[in-house]
């Protein structure tokens, strides 16, 4: 069936370093690719997404790239600052299926 | 707009009794989908709902079932509750199907003794 691998599980920098969380997905016509992020105890949010007809979105100091051949997808966000630290899900879908999330990276940004 | 509400927070359980969880989406919001979230499986897709009819399901045994109501609002209901239910469960809401920002809930925790 459908999954998407997230790695790395955790992932510690420093302030000021950037961050880059790796999601590969399995199912060739997924073509909604979302990044959410939960911080400790809230809900997630989401902070950025992008579809298959685009290779990268960037939003501020978040950006995302898309390797359709590869079937992958990378978060990537600069500048990291403390209240980036979270966990971040990756997600992928196709049409109106449903959302398969990545397990999740906890970012750890330390001052 | 208020965002999405679910009750109770927080629920203990016993082995093999069953549980109701509710989801109020955003007002305006067709689809309400559920999962369930552990630490060591991140977010697990359980099902979505839009219209009221049940539109997609995730890989989880009869015992977990849903409904959604004319008004959108949503229940999942877990039967015979297993140990391994113990997890926080998660909706969330999105205007219509399809690939859009889903806006989720707190989440109500559930431990099963």
């Known amino acids: 069936g459908e999954n998407v691998e997230q790695h790395p599980s955790t992932l510690s920098v420093q302030e000021g370093d950037s961050a880059v969380i790796k999601c590969t997905y399995s199912d060739s016509a997924s073509n909604y690719f979302p990044w959410y992020k939960q911080e400790l105890g809230k809900r997630p949010q989401l902070i950025i997404d992008i579809r298959s007809n685009v290779g990268e979105k960037k939003d501020q100091r978040i950006a995302v790239t898309l390797n359709k051949t590869a079937k992958h997808f990378s978060l990537h966000i600069t500048e990291t600052q403390p209240e980036d630290s979270a966990v971040y899900f990756c997600a992928a879908s196709k049409r109106t299926d449903k959302l398969i999330f990545g397990t999740g990276t906890r970012l750890q940004v330390f001052p | 707009k208020a965002g999405v509400t679910q009750t109770p927070r927080y629920l203990i359980k016993t082995r093999g009794q069953q549980v109701t969880l509710s989801c109020s989406p955003i007002s305006g919001h067709r689809s309400v989908s559920w999962y369930q979230q552990t630490p060591g499986q991140g977010l697990q897709f359980l099902f979505e709902?839009?219209?009221?009819?049940?539109?997609n399901k995730g890989n989880f045994p009869g015992r977990f079932s849903g409904r959604q109501f004319s008004n959108s609002r949503s229940e999942m209901n877990v039967s015979t509750l297993e140990l391994g239910d113990s997890a926080l469960y998660l909706c969330?809401?999105?205007?219509?199907?399809?690939?859009?920002?889903?806006?989720f809930g707190p989440g109500t925790r559930l431990t099963v003794l």
């Open positions: 709902y839009f219209s009221e009819t049940q539109r």
């Open positions: 969330a809401s999105s205007p219509d199907r399809g690939q859009n920002e889903q806006f």
